[in-house]
Nanobody, 114 residues
Framework: QVQFVESGGGSAQPGGSLRLSCATS????????AGWYRQAPGKQRELVAS???????NYADSVKDRFAISTNNAKNTVYLQMNNLKPEDAAVYYC????????WGQGTQVTVSS
């Protein structure tokens, strides 16, 4: 069964950067698009970035030009480079397929504050 293990979260100041990683137990992203999702307290989980098997990327308007999603060659790890972080980026970040076909991992917490 595919598992997602997210890491790389932490605390950053506004304008700072973090790089998230998501390791999977299989090369699932060879077959499905990968997505990074986030959920802030009191809000629904939302898709912020996705990358298709062919490499085409899409971003939510709120993160466009600040975040970058990528995968490794084996497509068993997906990354999210987050630059120019804003307080509203604070959330728990998860990866999964896009659309969601698998169980969620534990996520990684991102805090943005001065």
């Amino acid at each position: 069964q595919v598992q997602f293990v997210e890491s790389g979260g932490g605390s950053a100041q506004p304008g700072g950067s973090l790089r998230l990683s998501c390791a999977t137990s299989t090369g699932i992203f060879n077959f499905y698009a990968a997505g990074w999702y986030r959920q802030a307290p009191g809000k629904q989980r939302e898709l912020v970035a996705s990358i298709a098997t062919g490499g085409i990327t899409n971003y939510a308007d709120s993160v466009k030009d600040r975040f970058a999603i990528s995968t490794n060659n084996a497509k068993n790890t997906v990354y999210l480079q987050m630059n120019n972080l804003k307080p509203e980026d604070a959330a728990v970040y998860y990866c999964n397929t896009n659309p969601v076909y698998r169980a969620w991992g534990q996520g990684t917490q991102v805090t943005v504050s001065s």
